[in-house]
């Protein structure tokens, strides 16, 4: 029996359909994450690893740098993107949550590529849902803060998700290279 047959079947018989049955045939892929600057324990990678408890986070202390802080996604070929989401950081204190951002979609590594979305992130403690004017095919991310909702020189993400055609979902593979070369 096909699993379509099934979800359907589970749909009539049960009368709706569970949130674990609809999510189990969506696809995952492994992305490579780089950033600028991060601190240790809030490496870049968490901001994609499906756990909205833990984050990315910029350096702080002695020798930080300010905005524009990035996130560089290569989800490791080119996808029909709608948009993203964005979850800031869990806890009650807000440092490095994202204010006015910019993200551009390319082809190549180290192109700026085409500005899909830019402006100032509406919530500082629920799920951001940017959706693109019109589908942006790529392969790279990059996710730029511009500022911090308070002013202070850093960035953080609890969760970053590119939303695909397909409803594909990506995650973050922790083993590879992490910051951007040249960085802290």
């Known amino acids: 029996m096909s699993r379509r047959f099934l979800l359907l079947a589970a749909i009539a018989v049960g009368g709706r ?3 674990v049955e609809a999510q189990r ?9 780089r950033v ?12 994609m690893d499906g756990n909205p408890s833990t984050m990315w986070h910029t350096y702080w202390g ?3 740098t300010s905005h524009p802080h990035e996130i560089v996604v290569d989800l490791g070929r080119p996808y029909d993107l709608l948009g993203f989401t964005c979850v800031p950081r869990p ?11 910019r993200l551009t979609v390319g082809n190549a590594p180290g192109e700026d590529g085409q ?3 830019a ?3 509406s919530s500082a403690t629920g799920e951001n849902r940017i959706l693109f004017p019109e589908p942006v095919r790529g392969r790279y991310l990059r996710m730029q803060a511009l500022s911090e909702i308070n002013g202070r020189p850093w960035a953080s993400i609890a969760e970053f998700q590119p939303i695909a055609v397909g409803g594909i979902r990506f995650r973050a593979d922790p083993s590879a290279p992490i910051l951007l070369p040249g960085q802290v």
């Open 91 to 101: 806890y009650a204190t807000r440092n490095g949550t994202i204010g006015k951002y």
């Open 17 to 19: 359909l569970s949130v």
């Open 115 to 117: 500005v899909a979305a």
């Open 119 to 121: 402006g100032e992130l």
């Open 62 to 64: 002695p020798g930080e």
């Open 25 to 33: 045939d969506r696809k995952t892929v492994t992305v490579k994450v």
């Open 36 to 47: 600028n600057s991060q601190a240790s324990g809030y490496e870049g990678w968490r901001a």
